[in-house]
């Protein structure tokens, strides 16, 4: 059987018919006709494989026997949507199992520190409702960053402007930030607490505690709150954070963060960026919907491979 190493997915693809141009969108439609270029084609996983791989990512368990049953004779598109319409199950805590995966891998990736007010169990829990918007809800990627980038916990984890804007890099952007890119910073400058004086004794039951609010009246007096960043000029986080979800970098960095998610390699980069460009596109064109990335990676060729094949 001829095999073509397609090491740039992490998967090798087989000579064997399974997948036509056209059946899932876009990502397919790349992935078949680069095969078919090559006089190869590629070999989806059995069902009771691919409805095992399914349940564990989406919903963090494996499949009962009902759910094999129900899904044998499932194309993946049926099979990703049957596990994201599953609801509460005992370990998720009320919501959704696909929201609660997902909360597990966010998790992660934001809510990380040893500081106590970035602990408070009221900024955690602000953060979480607001991430698991964009599962249940199907929430803007691009907005919960708006909102991210000015919430409690974020500023409480930076506490300094140039903390802020290297952590918005790497959060957001996927990588720090240069040296001619850290000045952004100052646009966070204007942020002060509402309370210094408050004990840390106060943290959980004081909702003063290490709150910071946004006084413009600092900037230009106490503190410089203008800087320069890709040839524009701003002097509000509003400004910065514009700049920084209005990027294609932006797109691109959510593309290749779920990708990393879903398929455990990172994206094909200089031998086949044509994937995350038009990832990153088509999550443009689709208000920035992470429920629709999920499925378009889970749904292809590079997700749907037979086990020894991947």
């Given at each position: 059987?001829?095999?073509?190493?397609?090491a740039?997915?992490?998967?090798?693809?087989?000579?064997?018919?399974?997948?036509?141009?056209?059946?899932?969108?876009?990502?397919?439609?790349?992935?078949?006709?680069?095969?078919?270029?090559?006089?190869?084609?590629?070999?989806?996983?059995?069902p009771?494989?691919?409805?095992?791989?399914?349940?564990?990512d989406?919903?963090?368990?494996?499949?009962?026997?009902?759910?094999?049953?129900?899904?044998?004779?499932?194309?993946?598109?049926?099979?990703?949507?049957?596990y994201?319409?599953?609801?509460?199950?005992?370990?998720?805590?009320?919501?959704?199992?696909?929201?609660?995966?997902?909360?597990?891998?966010?998790?992660?990736?934001?809510?990380?520190?040893?500081?106590?007010?970035?602990?408070?169990?009221?900024?955690?829990?602000?953060?979480?409702?607001?991430?698991?918007?964009?599962y249940?809800?199907?929430?803007?990627?691009?907005?919960?960053?708006?909102?991210?980038?000015?919430?409690?916990?974020?500023?409480?984890?930076?506490?300094?402007?140039?903390?802020?804007?290297?952590?918005?890099?790497?959060?957001?952007?996927?990588?720090?930030?240069?040296?001619?890119?850290?000045?952004?910073?100052?646009?966070?400058?204007?942020?002060?607490?509402?309370?210094?004086?408050?004990?840390?004794?106060?943290?959980?039951?004081?909702?003063?505690?290490?709150?910071?609010?946004?006084?413009?009246?600092?900037?230009?007096?106490?503190?410089?709150?203008?800087?320069e960043?890709?040839?524009?000029?701003?002097?509000?986080?509003?400004?910065?954070?514009?700049?920084?979800?209005?990027?294609?970098?932006?797109?691109?960095?959510?593309?290749?963060?779920?990708?990393?998610?879903?398929?455990?390699?990172?994206?094909?980069?200089?031998?086949?960026?044509?994937?995350?460009?038009?990832?990153?596109?088509?999550?443009?064109?689709?208000?920035?919907?992470?429920?629709?990335?999920?499925?378009?990676?889970?749904?292809?060729?590079?997700?749907?491979?037979?086990?020894?094949?991947?």
């Open positions: 059987m001829k095999r073509i190493l397609f740039l997915f992490g998967i090798a693809l087989s000579g064997s018919i399974v997948l036509a141009a056209g059946e899932n969108g876009p990502l397919n439609d790349m992935i078949v006709e680069f095969l078919t270029e090559r006089g190869s084609t590629v070999q989806l996983a059995p009771n494989q691919l409805t095992r791989r399914m349940s564990i989406l919903t963090g368990v494996t499949p009962t026997l009902a759910d094999m049953e129900a899904t044998e004779a499932m194309s993946p598109e049926q099979m990703f949507d049957y994201v319409g599953i609801g509460p199950m005992p370990h998720t805590g009320g919501i959704s199992a696909y929201a609660w995966v997902n909360l597990l891998h966010d998790a992660d990736e934001f809510l990380f520190s040893n500081s106590v007010q970035f602990s408070q169990v009221t900024h955690i829990q602000e953060y979480n409702t607001q991430l698991e918007r964009l249940s809800e199907d929430w803007s990627y691009q907005e919960f960053t708006r909102w991210a980038l000015t919430s409690q916990m974020f500023l409480n984890r930076f506490p300094s402007g140039a903390d802020r804007a290297n952590a918005a890099f790497f959060l957001f952007l996927g990588r720090d930030s240069f040296s001619n890119e850290v000045p952004a910073g100052n646009m966070w400058n204007g942020y002060v607490l509402r309370n210094p004086n408050l004990d840390a004794s106060d943290a959980e039951t004081n909702p003063d505690y290490h709150v910071y609010d946004y006084d413009p009246s600092r900037c230009g007096t106490e503190v410089i709150c203008e800087a960043l890709w040839s524009q000029v701003g002097s509000t986080p509003e400004a910065v954070i514009g700049q920084i979800v209005e990027s294609p970098l932006f797109a691109e960095a959510v593309v290749e963060r779920y990708w990393q998610r879903m398929i455990g390699t990172p994206l094909p980069g200089v031998d086949f960026p044509v994937i995350r460009t038009s990832l990153a596109q088509n999550l443009i064109a689709n208000n920035y919907s992470v429920n629709w990335l999920i499925r378009e990676i889970a749904t292809s060729p590079a997700y749907t491979q037979e086990m020894m094949f991947r």
